[in-house]
T-cell receptor
Framework: AQTVTQSQPEMSVQEAETVTLSCTYD???????LFWYKQPPSRQMILVIR??????QNATENRFSVNFQKAAKSFSLKISDSQLGDAAMYFC????????????FGKGITLSVRP | KAGVTQTPRYLIKTRGQQVTLSCSPI?????VSWYQQTPGQGLQFLFE???????NKGNFPGRFSGRQFSNSRSEMNVSTLELGDSALYLC?????????????FGPGTRLLVL
C-alpha cells in the first residue's frame, strides 16, 4: 500500500522568509501524481501545486515550488516570500494514475507565519 | 461557477443514530469523492463516485455508504453511529475520474457524536 509521511507536525517561518515543508512517500509504482494541498483554519482545502512523476522538471506556481526527487521518493514544498495568509495546514498527497485511484494524504503540517 | 457545497455544515448526533450528509459538486463535475478528517488519523479516503457508480472504496466498515444521483449530487450515510465517527467529512469534486485533474473540496460537514 502507498503511504505518505510528513514527519514535521509543525513549522514556523518569519514573514518574507522562505520555508520548506518535507514529504516522503512509499510506492512501488512508477507512474503517479503528487500534490500539496493547503487547508487554512476553518476554510476549504485548496490545491497548491501538483507534479506528475514522469516529469523531471519541478513544478512551480508563483511563490510555491517543489523539489521532486523520484529516486529518493521525496516531494518537498518551498514557499518563498512567506505571507501571513500562508498560515495553514499543508497536506502532501499521492495518487496513482488511472480512473480507480484515490488520493492518499500525509498527516499534514501546521505552518505558522510570524509577522 | 459555484463551488462544492456540503450540507449540513454542523451536526450533532448520539450513538446508535444514523446520519446522511449531502454534497453538491461543481456544475459539470461528475466525480465526487468523500474523505474523513480526524486529528488522530488525518485525512482518509472513504469512496469515490463517478456517473452514479462507485469507482473506489477506502477501508471503512459497511456502516459507511454512499450514492450518487443523476445530477451528480452525492450523499453519504453512516448508520449506527459510534463516538469515533466524530470528524470533519469532506467531499471533493472533479471533472473526470482519476488522472491529474484538480479535485475541488467543499467546506466539510463537522459531525459530533455524543
Amino acid at each position: 500500500a502507498q503511504t505518505v509521511t510528513q514527519s514535521q507536525p509543525e513549522m514556523s517561518v518569519q514573514e518574507a522568509e522562505t520555508v520548506t515543508l518535507s514529504c516522503t512517500y512509499d510506492t512501488s509504482e512508477s507512474d503517479y501524481y503528487l500534490f500539496w494541498y493547503k487547508q487554512p483554519p476553518s476554510r476549504q482545502m485548496i490545491l497548491v501545486i501538483r507534479q506528475e512523476a514522469y516529469k523531471q522538471q519541478n513544478a512551480t506556481e508563483n511563490r510555491f515550488s517543489v523539489n521532486f526527487q523520484k529516486a529518493a521518493k521525496s516531494f518537498s514544498l518551498k514557499i518563498s516570500d512567506s505571507q501571513l495568509g500562508d498560515a495553514a495546514m499543508y497536506f502532501c498527497a499521492y495518487r496513482l494514475t488511472g480512473a480507480n485511484s484515490k488520493l492518499t494524504f500525509g498527516k499534514g503540517i501546521t505552518l505558522s507565519v510570524r509577522p | 461557477k459555484a463551488g462544492v457545497t456540503q450540507t449540513p455544515r454542523y451536526l450533532i448526533k448520539t450513538r446508535g443514530q444514523q446520519v446522511t450528509l449531502s454534497c453538491s459538486p461543481i456544475s459539470g463535475h461528475r466525480s465526487v469523492s468523500w474523505y474523513q478528517q480526524t486529528p488522530g488519523q488525518g485525512l482518509q479516503f472513504l469512496f469515490e463516485y463517478f456517473s452514479e457508480t462507485q469507482r473506489n472504496k477506502g477501508n471503512f466498515p459497511g456502516r459507511f455508504s454512499g450514492r450518487q444521483f443523476s445530477n451528480s449530487r452525492s450523499e453519504m450515510n453512516v448508520s449506527t453511529l459510534e463516538l469515533g465517527d466524530s470528524a470533519l467529512y469532506l467531499c471533493a469534486s472533479s471533472s473526470v475520474a482519476g488522472g491529474l485533474e484538480t479535485q475541488y473540496f467543499g467546506p466539510g460537514t463537522r459531525l459530533l457524536v455524543l
